[in-house]
């Protein structure tokens, strides 16, 4: 039965395991919508992590600080599946967030041209 406790000190309880997505949805729907990730005891997490345990947890939202680097994190992955997609051959290398955006190296033979720009 987790308890969870809010930034504000509230706390919340319920009777089994239960997503972060669920716990802001039990809060509101506005957050459950809003909602793009969960810090618990100082980790950012999915929202479809399952809490278990009694656990401190803040909702992030794209009003929280790690809101932009969560979406650059998630868009980042979503380049390199678009590219693996669209090149099967090619080999994800790395790909991080940096301070006003992220990056993809990609390794494959051939070269991309501007046609590929589109």
Do not use: C, W
Request: proline share 4%.
């Amino acid at each position: 039965m987790p308890i969870i406790t809010l930034p504000d000190g509230s706390q919340r309880s319920f009777d089994n395991a239960i997503s972060i997505h669920d716990v802001a949805a039990d809060i509101g729907p506005g957050l459950a919508k809003a909602a793009l990730a969960g810090r618990i005891d100082g980790e950012l997490l999915d929202t479809s992590y399952l809490i278990e345990n009694d656990v401190d947890l803040a909702i992030v939202t794209d009003k929280s600080d790690e809101a932009l680097e969560i979406i650059r994190h998630s868009t980042a992955h979503l380049l390199a599946q678009a590219v693996k997609q669209l090149f099967p051959e090619a080999q994800v290398t790395i790909g991080p967030v940096i301070e006003n955006g992220f990056f993809y190296d990609f390794s494959f033979s051939g070269s991309l041209f501007s046609g590929f720009l589109v």
